[in-house]
């Protein structure tokens, strides 16, 4: 990036024109994020929550983003492949994910089934998915409706999926 690129921009309070180089070292953070989208399922008759979060690269490991309170979600963001998914909601995340009650829902209109879809997120959120070293891939995930509940006896089972 060249300090053109910034000219006109407000950085900390203080109006960028030129080279911004020291400007951008004495206080902003900047890391490489992406969006992530997590599978899900549950009963054919209810709304899944379609799980999505930002993580920032730490240089050895990527983290949840606690400090994006900014970026903005909306279903008509979500590319439902099969056209049968009714999706709803929007918002802005907080610290990296959902606030409580909030959050992208996608209720099946056709029933029990799998349903893959993805998620546009703005440019700087997009990643390497299919590893072809060009950051171009939305997040996608897969919808299961109609899945089985599992054990009344278990309360809480966790899938730990690191990505």
Do not use: H
Request: hydrophobic share 30%.
């Amino acid at each position: 990036m060249n300090g053109s690129q910034l000219d006109g921009a407000t950085i900390n309070g203080s109006a960028c024109s030129g080279n911004c180089y020291t400007l951008i070292d004495n206080g902003l953070m900047f890391a490489q994020g992406r969006a992530t989208l997590t599978n899900n399922y549950g009963s054919a008759d209810d709304a899944l929550l379609l799980p999505l979060k930002t993580q920032y690269f730490d240089g050895s490991d990527w983290r949840l983003n606690t400090f994006d309170s900014c970026t903005l979600f909306n279903s008509g963001s979500v590319i439902d492949g099969s056209n049968s998914l009714s999706l709803n909601n929007s918002g802005r995340l907080i610290e990296g994910q959902y606030g409580a009650g909030e959050g992208i829902r996608a209720a099946s209109s056709t029933g029990e089934g799998q349903f893959s879809v993805s998620y546009t997120p703005p440019t700087w959120l997009l990643w390497d998915w299919d590893g072809d070293n060009v950051v171009d891939n939305e997040p996608t995930a897969t919808l299961t409706f109609g899945a089985f509940r599992g054990n009344d006896n278990i309360i809480y089972r966790r899938e730990d999926i690191s990505n």
